[in-house]
């Protein structure tokens, strides 16, 4: 009975997953075996192996990785300094709170705050040093992003030190471990969980940025993202855009398979 009603409740959530992933991606599938006169062809995938695009997928996954990185080495600190504090709740809630906002409007303060005639070029200028091109550089994409993605990276790994037995820290400190020792050999494997989640939600939406790539960035980063929203919407070749879709697919279904693979080993 008990499984019945299980498989029961599972029927809204397997339409759900059918209606909203299965049959976009069976979609954009078939759109990308059309080329840009319609006509039946591989020739996307073939073009998809080109140096062109080849270049975007290695620049795609670097900016990912480099965001989830930076991410990383700010978030793990923060969350550990959470499970200090007293209001942690609060903390926590503020810093969520900037996710609630529109993507897009986040983006455009951020055009304002790093452009020309924006504050961190007034202060620049006030002490001296006179305006610098920050925006439109590498560094401001990077910046954003990190910025937009990093409460993702934090939630988890504050649940994770949340549910870390403190017993076993003050083990490892009674047994004369150091805090680097101690963190290293304890806190740190016993929270990869958190670790992980958190990278899966940095690394896989990072890999397809569009539109900060184009705001904040420029033309100075092109990504497969970008490549996918040029084909789309410029040059109206949806069999390309499709086709580079589906590799951004299965880069992302690889990233999950690779994380869950390495949970499951441990």
Known sequence: MKSRMRNLYLIPYGMWMALFVVVPILLVGYYSLFDIDGRLTIANYQRF???IYLGMALRSFWYALLITSVSLLIAYPTAYLLTKTRHKQLWLLLIILPSWMNLLLKTYAFIGILGTYGPINAVLGAIGMGPRQILFTDFSFIFV??????????????SALEELNPSLVAAA????A???VTFRRVVFPLTLSGVKAGCQAVF?????LFMITRLIAGNRVITLGTAIEQHFLVTQDWGMGSALAIFLVIAMGLTIILTESGKQVK
Do not use: T
């Open 173 to 176: 400190y009674d047994l004369g």
């Open 204 to 208: 896989i939406p990072a890999l397809s």
């Open 49 to 51: 192996f080109s140096p």
């Open 145 to 158: 992003a990190v910025y937009i993605f990093i409460p993702f990276m934090i939630l988890p790994i504050f």
């Open 178 to 180: 150091s805090p680097w």
